[in-house]
T-cell receptor
């Protein structure tokens, strides 16, 4: 599975959009981009995933560049409860790859 | 539907003792994973399993053994615990989707098991 690179930490003002970048320059054609977050020592929680099209759900939006070498997770109106570590991982689908490697993630601090 | 359940939640061991962490999932997931997380660090993959009776090494497998005798259970064993194995351990399972490119195979994590080795 391809490796990802994320900034170590970011700050965001409450109510503003949080844009979290991820580089995955060695991504393969069959690999998806997944985002998870971990709130204060809890088990990580799935947020969103995509292949090449932009995706949106009730939690966030995912923008993937046309060359698929990078992506951005957008939390449109960040709240204090969005303070967490956000992980970007890339992985082939279930029947093409088992190993899922998490990097260090980005520690997002949402401030009042 | 309990999801992924880890037992025990907390455990203190002395150096050299052995123990087993149990992960149980009731979602009929094929893949299961064990990660460890040290303070201020990300998740590191210890071992994983792509099906009943199969296991594979992750990034940091040394000092751990695993078994997947039943599809719903994934056991992580420490034969001779060391202080370096003090960590929070997370188990996860992975949904299998209906087709090769549906992409719906997200991880579901347990709440974690906090292990201290003195």
């Amino acid at each position: 599975d391809a490796k990802t690179t994320q900034p170590t930490s970011m700050d965001c003002a409450e109510g503003r959009a949080a844009n979290l970048p991820c580089n995955h320059s060695t991504i393969s054609g069959n690999e998806y981009v997944y985002w998870y977050r971990q709130i204060h020592s809890q088990g990580p929680q799935y947020i969103i995933h995509g292949l090449k099209n932009n995706e949106t759900n009730e939690m966030a939006s995912l923008i993937i560049t046309e060359d698929r070498k990078s992506s951005t997770l957008i939390l449109p109106h960040a709240t204090l409860r969005d303070t967490a570590v956000y992980y970007c991982i890339v992985s082939a689908n279930y029947n093409q790859g088992g190993k899922l490697i998490f990097g260090q993630g980005t520690e997002l601090s949402v401030k009042p | 539907n309990a999801g992924v359940t880890q037992t025990p939640k907390f455990r203190v061991l002395k150096t050299g003792q052995s123990m087993t962490l149990l992960c149980a999932q009731d979602m009929n997931h094929e893949y299961m994973y064990w990660y460890r997380q040290d303070p201020g660090m990300g998740l590191r993959l210890i071992h994983y399993s792509v099906g009943e009776g199969t296991t594979a090494k992750g990034e940091v497998p040394d000092g751990y053994n695993v078994s997947r005798l039943k599809k719903q259970n994934f056991l992580l064993g420490l034969e001779s615990a060391a202080p370096s194995q003090t960590s929070v351990y997370f188990c996860a399972s992975r949904k299998t989707s209906g087709g090769p490119f549906s992409g719906a195979n997200v991880l579901t994590f347990g709440a974690g098991s906090r292990l201290t080795v003195l």
